[in-house]
């Protein structure tokens, strides 16, 4: 018995020429020392442009962004941030750099995502809630699973 074996592609990222006339445009030495943000504040201009709000904003991953996100939330040292107790460490450092309390939820044991029965529980606690982060580190295990 003959059995064809096919080779499964992995989409690797797809350069095109006009991307290589950017690199080889900020990679000019004078270009890029004269204007080293250039490509960066055009793209948050037609970023902006395109969702119809007035600014955009580049951050270079998730975690420094929801940093700036409770940073914008002039978190007290009242104020509390719940998440689930198993979750990725990224999503809910930024919470210690700043003045919240961290409020760590049990996980449901059917579908290790955050319970919403402890999350009801911690909103009647004293602390003042001021964000949510439902992120689970087994999101996508359920979904498969679903």
Known sequence: MFILMLRSSTFGPH??????????????????YQNPYNYCEKFEKDFAKYHNRKFAL???NCTSAIHLFLFSLNLKNNDG???????????????LLTKAK?????V?????????NE???????KLNK???FPRSIFILFRACQL
Do not use: H
Not at 119 to 125: A, E, P
């Open 15 to 32: 350069i095109s020429n006009i991307d290589m006339k950017y690199v080889k445009d900020a990679m000019k030495q004078k270009r890029w």
């Open 58 to 60: 580049m951050m270079p």
């Open 81 to 95: 941030v719940i998440a689930p107790e198993s979750t990725w460490i990224s999503s809910v450092s930024p919470v």
């Open 102 to 106: 961290l409020v760590l939820c049990d």
């Open 108 to 116: 449901d044991y059917d579908t290790w995502c955050i319970s919403i």
């Open 119 to 125: 999350v009801i529980k911690k909103i009647i606690n």
């Open 130 to 132: 001021k964000g949510f």
